[in-house]
């Protein structure tokens, strides 16, 4: 093979190629200096090369500008951020604080309440152990009087009133009722120790039950007339079976029901005792027993004249 054979030749016009390809390299490098050199003469050629070099400059300076005004609106966006960031810190902080002091007064007041509930509570326990104290002192001195000749001594002489100072109520002066109970702002007057008890809400019937059901029987000629009998009939069968129970106490003078619909006055039962001795034994044997499955509770009464207390027994 020829090629084989010449290997040195095909080399060497390599290398003659290679430095032909030099040498017009390097003289086309000198002829573009020269013509450089040649165009540097020329003041217009001069003129457009500042004015590259200028331009160059110019662009240099706005990239830069750019470059700035970014990092400067980047800083700006930092700062802004920094600032939100910690704004919303300080409202996380305020929030949290004003839920704590919310918490810390409600917490003051649970507190405040509790020893409130707990003092009342200690007051009332206190103000009923008194009243115990106070019923046991006046029970033995009952049981006192009872046990002895003469007149009562003078703690069950007393009166007690509901609000001392205020003005007489007129209705529980004359009946020893009155439809505010306890509730009422007038002061009633009630003896300690009288000839009188009364046993409230004790004759019970439906006739007095309700007074609007009272007004339906009155309109119902033929039950009303039943109804009457009915009522008659059982306030006899009543009072034939408490009288005795009453009587077992003492002579009585007078026995009257209130025969009423009006919820404080209803069925109330008053016992006029000749002696107060018999009223009170009446008064600490019938205390908390039970009639017809209603626990009784009696009170001394100070009725002046019947006529006036009682309409309608
Ligand atoms: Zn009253």
């Excluded at 919303?88 to 604080?97: D, I, K, L, T, V």
């Excluded at 104290?133 to 001195?141: N, S, T, V």
């Excluded at 009998?229 to 106490?249: G, K, S």
Aim: one cysteine or more; a neutral charge.
């Amino acid at each position: 093979m020829p090629g084989k054979r010449r290997p040195w030749r095909k080399e060497l016009k390599k290398q003659q190629r290679k430095r032909k390809r030099r040498s017009a390299a390097i003289a086309r490098d000198q002829l573009l200096e020269e013509e450089e050199a040649k165009k540097l003469q020329d003041p217009a050629y001069q003129q457009y090369l500042q004015q590259q070099s200028l331009l160059e400059e110019h662009k240099q300076r706005e990239i830069e500008r750019i470059h700035d005004a970014e990092e400067e609106a980047w800083l700006r966006h930092d700062l802004l951020a920094h600032r939100q960031f910690r704004l919303q810190q300080q409202q996380r902080a305020a929030a949290e604080a004003a839920a704590n002091a919310i918490r810390a007064q409600q917490e003051k007041e649970l507190l405040a309440k509790l020893a409130e509930e707990q003092r009342r509570r200690d007051e009332r326990e206190k103000c009923e152990a008194a009243a115990a104290a106070e019923f046991e002192k006046m029970l033995q001195c009952m049981e006192t009087f009872l046990n002895s000749e003469g007149e009562p001594p003078p703690a069950l002489r007393r009166v007690v009133e509901t609000r001392p100072g205020q003005s007489l109520c007129a209705l529980y002066e004359r009946t020893n009722c009155c439809r505010f109970g306890p509730t009422c702002i007038k002061n009633h007057r009630r003896p300690l120790l009288a000839n009188i008890i009364v046993v409230r809400n004790f004759f019970m019937h439906p006739l007095l039950e309700d007074e609007n059901e009272h007004e339906e029987y009155a309109h119902a000629d033929g039950n009303l007339e039943l109804s009457e009998q009915d009522l008659c009939e059982a306030y006899n069968e009543f009072f034939e079976d408490v009288l005795p129970e009453f009587e077992a106490f003492g002579y009585i003078q007078n026995f009257r029901t209130l025969r009423n619909t009006l919820r404080y006055l209803r069925g109330h039962v008053f016992v006029e005792y000749v002696e107060e001795r018999s009223a009170l034994k009446a008064f600490i044997k019938l205390q908390g027993r039970y009639y017809a499955g209603k626990q009784l509770n009696v009170e001394f009464a100070n009725i002046p004249t019947w006529r006036n207390a009682i309409c309608g027994t």
